[in-house]
């Protein structure tokens, strides 16, 4: 089952995610990226359907840009949550995406922000915030340790915490996770906390 | 709840799924206008969904008729736009209070589907609603002050959800008179 989770430290984001792609009981594969960077300063982590959450995340991310496209400035992280809160909200009575949401970003005046948006468009903001069996794991852990206005190297480590202990307490425990991390610099990959390597594809 | 000029609309503030909780900081009361309140409880999503529709009605009403929307109008609107959805309906239960007419307190409550339920004293709705329909009955005397209202409200809101696992983590009050809104949180059962 697959876990993304995210916390808000001093002046940055933190959203980290499971990267098993399961089908049944099979692993396709363990290093599956689940946090699309949306433009220079967002991160969307997903978790839900696979189908649904490749096509989603896309969907959206290809629609922050067109708005940079079309009005010359880029959206703001309220307003890019906002917008897939509502493209999930006109799909749930038709063909629901089964994806849920935890989009992270960094503007000028705001700050750093988390919102969690579930897959039935329920959208909130948050401090911190976990999906999946892991979440049970996760929430616990951030409720315990998490203080406002942590710095990077307080906040990794908690979320190596929260990494140790869906490893070693969840039965079908995702191997490997990716973290990605956003702030003023802009959104960016940090690290992949791996225990197993896929073996590596000779490029044709 | 009704009291003299005056009424008070309380919430509790917990988001959750179903044994979860998510946030205990969630907005379930909404200001429409100055002296109009709509709190929606029952699904996240359909409340947010709604309380947009919502605005987007009484925005354009306001630009239509240059004044805002009396209570008893809104429970209109709200009821209809309920029923609309009758064959699939928005899970929320909405609670309507306002000033109307003469600053005369108007309250009102609907089901998920738009049945209108108006009262003279109070009215309540959520998963705590047969607890809250008990400790109002109870608690409730009618023209009570503003100071008077906010003490009754927040005792029958704390009383009643610290008995539900669905409600709770504090409580969200305000206050509204004729002259001026207060807002207030309540501290109680953190659970």
Known sequence: MESVFGLVGKDFAIVAADSSAVHSILVHKTNEDKIMLLDSHKLMGASGETGDRAQFTEYIQKNVALYQFRNGIPLTTAAAANFTRGELATALRKNPYMVNIIMAGHDKDVGPSLYFIDYIASLHKLDKAAFGYGSYFALSMMDRHYRKDMTVEEAIDLVDKVIMEIRSRLVVAPPNFVIKIVDKDGAREYAWRESIKDAPVPAV | ?191
């Open chain 2, 1 to 191: 709840m009704v009291g003299k000029n005056c009424f008070a609309i309380a919430s509790d503030r917990r988001l959750g799924v179903q044994l979860q909780t998510i946030a205990t900081d969630f907005q379930k009361i909404y200001k429409i206008h100055e002296k109009l309140f709509i709190g929606l409880s029952g699904l996240a999503t359909d409340a947010q969904t709604l309380y947009q529709r919502l605005v987007f009605r009484h925005k354009l009403y306001e630009l239509r008729e240059e004044r805002d929307m009396k209570p008893e109008t809104f429970a209109s609107l709200v009821s209809a736009l309920l029923y609309e959805k009758r064959f699939g309906p928005y899970f929320c239960q909405p609670v309507i209070a306002g000033l109307g007419d003469e600053d005369k307190p108007f309250i009102c409550t609907m089901d998920s589907i738009g049945a209108k339920e108006l009262a003279k004293d109070f009215v309540v709705a959520g998963t705590a609603s047969e607890s809250l329909y008990g400790a109002c009955e109870s608690m409730f005397k009618p023209d009570m002050e503003p100071e008077e209202l906010f003490e009754t409200i927040s005792q029958a809101l704390l009383s009643s959800v610290d008995r539900d696992c669905l409600s709770g983590w504090g409580g969200h009050v305000y206050v509204v008179t004729p002259t001026e809104v207060t807002e207030r949180i309540l501290k109680g059962r953190m659970d």
